[in-house]
Nanobody, 121 residues
Framework: QVQLVESGGGLVQAGGSLRLSCAAS????????MGWYRQAPGKQRELVAA???????NYADSVKGRFTISRDNAKNMVYLQMNSLKPEDTAVYYC???????????????WGQGTQVTVSS
């Protein structure tokens, strides 16, 4: 089992930036994919970005060019740098790790508790 703890959320004005961090602990030897999902009020949880241990990256179309995912395998950390934030980016952001990442679907894995990101207009 993998435990995940997110940090870095907050309130920012449109056009601003935030950096989310996620620390993994536990059965980390089994982790291939790490990444971020988000869930806005009244909407389904959606994938934002995923990165494999080999460095393969996928982004949601809505964040391409604005968000950057990275990971530090030695520290078991994954990061999400969010630039040019928009009000529609407002959501609870969840870290996810482990399970099976097919390149388009993520099966299984562990979730963090979530961190709120609010972008004001």
């Amino acid at each position: 089992q993998v435990q995940l703890v997110e940090s870095g959320g907050g309130l920012v004005q449109a056009g601003g930036s935030l950096r989310l961090s996620c620390a993994a602990s536990g059965s980390i030897f089994s982790i291939n994919a790490m990444g971020w999902y988000r869930q806005a009020p009244g909407k389904q949880r959606e994938l934002v970005a995923a990165i494999t241990s080999g460095g393969s990256i996928n982004y949601a179309d809505s964040v391409k060019g604005r968000f950057t995912i990275s990971r530090d395998n030695a520290k078991n950390m994954v990061y999400l740098q969010m630039n040019s934030l928009k009000p529609e980016d407002t959501a609870v952001y969840y870290c996810k790790a482990g399970g099976a990442w097919t390149g388009s679907r993520w099966l299984g894995g562990s979730w963090g508790q979530g961190t709120q990101v609010t972008v004001s207009s």
